[in-house]
Every structure is written in C-alpha cells, then in structure tokens.
C-alpha cells in the first residue's frame, strides 16, 4: 500500500462520516483519490446515498392524539407510583431487615456468652511470699559412672534371640564397668544413697 491511500476497509469504516461531511484535509483528499480508482467503494458510496435520500424524502407518520396522551398518562402514573412514600417504604426497610435481626441476634449471643463466661471464671488465690523454701538438687557422686567406652555396645547385642528385652540385651554385650553405669542411668532409685546432696 502506498503512502497516501487508504484501504476498502478503511473507507467502509469512514463512510458514513465522509457523507456527513465529518471528514476533512488530508483524510477527505485520500477518500476521494479511492473512490476515483476503486469501483466496489464507489457503488457502494453511491448505494448509500441513494438509501439515505429517500429516507429524507418519507413523509412521517403522525401519531393519534389519544396515543400521545395515553403515553404521557402512562409515564406520569409510573412516576407517582415510584415517588410515593408508602411505595418506598418496602424498599427501604425489607433488604435491612435481615441484616438487623442477624445484628441483633448476634449482640445477645455474645453478650451471653461474657455473662456466662464471667461468672464461672476461676477464683484465684493469693498465696503468701512470707516462707521461702529452700530448694535442694541431687548430683551423682563423680565416681558412679566409670569411664567406660559404650561406642558400638549397640553392634554387640546377639542377633540370635528374635525380641529380646532392650536393657537385658543391651547389657548383654557390654563389660562389666559398662554395665553398672548402664544400670545407674536407668534405674537411679537404687544408688541414691552414692549420691551427694547439693545446696544452692
């Protein structure tokens, strides 16, 4: 496409301000040059031209004075009716009245909920700071876990017993020093008397 012209496309979509004489310079010079080098845009320009002649030429139909008052009766009823006060009143208060009774609801039920919460709330006392106890820990005496090597006492459990008991088998396959420390991490009870008190 040259500079300087405008496709059928282009034209169709122009036309109708081309003949209202919307279209001016340069837009107006390439409509014309089309026209004059394209016969389809030229009938087509013609066919509306014709079209919208004897449109202006109709003579126009009047309308009878009764439909001319029984429109404006029509459309003067359908105002009063809407303007009305008592024809309003359904409009105003039906999509509110829901979300009221929903509020209200609402505020009871919370409001019931604090009253009742409130009164079955736990009574605190106040306990005296007057007596301090004196707080005593236990620690092992260091000589009671022996100095032992456990690494891979697990590897040495026998595979032959399908379940054994865990401590029996763990002890199983330990030496005899490892075994006392063993026993005094699972069963503390027995050497409390080794143990030495400690005061803070």
Request: glycine share 6%; with cysteine.
């Amino acid at each position: 496409m040259a500079k300087g012209h405008i496709t059928c496309g282009e034209f169709a979509a122009r036309l109708s301000a081309y003949l209202e004489e919307e279209v001016a310079g340069v837009k107006k010079t390439e409509m014309d040059r089309h026209i004059e080098t394209c016969a389809t845009c030229a009938n087509s320009l013609e066919g509306v031209r014709n079209l919208t002649g004897r449109l202006a030429r109709m003579s126009r139909v009047r309308p009878s004075a009764g439909f001319d008052f029984a429109l404006r009766s029509r459309l003067m009823m359908e105002a009063a009716q809407k303007t009305s006060f008592w024809n309003r009143l359904p409009d105003v208060f039906v999509p509110t009245l829901p979300r009221t009774l929903a509020t209200c609801a609402a505020v009871v039920l919370i409001a019931f909920g604090m009253t009742t919460g409130l009164d079955e709330a736990p009574k605190t006392r106040a306990v005296s700071t007057d007596r301090v106890h004196q707080m005593t820990l236990v620690a092992p005496a260091s000589s009671t876990f022996p100095a032992a090597d456990l690494r891979g006492a697990l590897k040495m459990l026998p595979q032959k017993t399908p379940n054994p008991d865990s401590r029996q088998a763990y002890r199983a396959g330990l030496p005899d020093s490892a075994k006392a420390a063993s026993m005094v991490r699972m069963r503390p009870g027995r050497h409390l008397a080794k143990l030495r008190r400690v005061s803070f």
